[in-house]
């Protein structure tokens, strides 16, 4: 794509980049490439000078989303430089569900940029770290995220629900069952290799981890599992996890935290997605209540 055709084809006045993680993901067997690898030409090509910088209609508004891991790459400083080249005031986040009261650890990277005259609607000195409760503030020096008291509440946090609701008529695998603890229970081999690295959450827990494309494949970091609340550690004797009461999370209780449409995963049921095609849909997304959070706060500059 040139400059000339995203003038004249698009002329969009907010851009929303979502860049693949890959080349920028620090997990134990990553390689993380940076700009040598394949899947960042995208990104780079848009930041090169022969695009955005040089259209004559360039978006006034623009986010980006990445893992943290992005910050301080190579393309992190070309994407910086190009925005600034191009007349754009930046301020970065590191911003985690959590920090807006849902209870979930996804900690991703966002970049807001507006083009002047634009200006965001605040301006603090960012050297003095993470802003009460507000976003942990990754900006050029006198650039920082406004708070959540600042900007107004935070989402309505209904993914408490899904760690305490099972959601009925689930299935597995096309295994249909009316109880997710049998339906999603943690197979007995699973439980007997994995079970002193699961983090585990009950109903009443305020928390869990990241839910990654790999969940319910790969227990290694891939997401937390559900307990009920008077489930014990098996030991060394590993009985069936479903009679322990250990499960993973529904595809509909790991959207409710994702914050997507109360129906998505029934959606996705009927378009013929299986359990772990939707799994891998949700892991390779990102937080609406972030995103719709953020986008907020993008739209406040004038």
Not at 92 to 120: C, D, K, M, N, T
Not at 219 to 228: M, R, T
Request: with cysteine; net charge neutral; proline share 8%.
């Amino acid at each position: 794509v040139t400059a000339s055709q995203l003038d004249e084809q698009l002329a969009a006045d907010l851009w929303l980049l979502t860049p693949p993680c890959q080349p920028y993901t620090t997990t134990s067997n990553a390689r993380r490439r940076d700009t040598a690898d394949p899947r960042a030409a995208s990104l780079l090509h848009l930041m090169s000078p022969a695009v955005l910088p040089a259209m004559q209609r360039p978006p006034t508004r623009l986010m980006m989303e990445n893992v943290p891991g992005f910050v301080g790459s190579d393309s992190h400083k070309m994407m910086v430089a190009a925005l600034g080249t191009a007349g754009y005031e930046l301020q970065e986040f590191i911003v985690s569900p959590h920090q807006l009261g849902v209870p979930y650890s996804r900690p991703r990277y966002f970049a807001l940029a507006v083009r002047r005259p634009l200006s965001f609607p605040r301006q603090y000195d960012c050297s003095r770290g993470p802003l009460g409760q507000g976003m942990e503030c990754r900006t050029r020096p006198g650039r920082s995220p406004a708070t959540s008291e600042e900007v107004g509440a935070g989402p309505a946090a209904d993914a408490e629900a899904a760690i305490a609701t099972a959601a009925a008529g689930a299935t597995k695998d096309g295994v249909s069952s009316s109880d997710p603890w049998v339906a999603y229970a943690v197979s007995a081999a699973q439980l007997a290799r994995f079970w002193r690295v699961l983090d585990v959450v009950t109903p009443s827990s305020t928390y869990c981890n990241c839910f990654t494309k790999h969940y319910t494949d790969n227990l290694l970091a891939a997401g937390s599992v559900l307990a009920s609340e008077d489930f014990a550690e098996p030991g060394e004797a590993h009985a069936e996890a479903v009679v322990l009461g250990l499960r993973f999370f529904s595809p509909d209780e790991v959207a409710a935290i994702h914050g997507v449409r109360a129906d998505w995963a029934a959606r996705a049921r009927a378009a013929g997605l299986q359990p772990r095609q939707q799994y891998a849909l949700l892991g390779n997304g990102l937080s609406v209540d972030v995103a719709s959070y953020l986008l907020t706060y993008l739209l406040q500059a004038q």
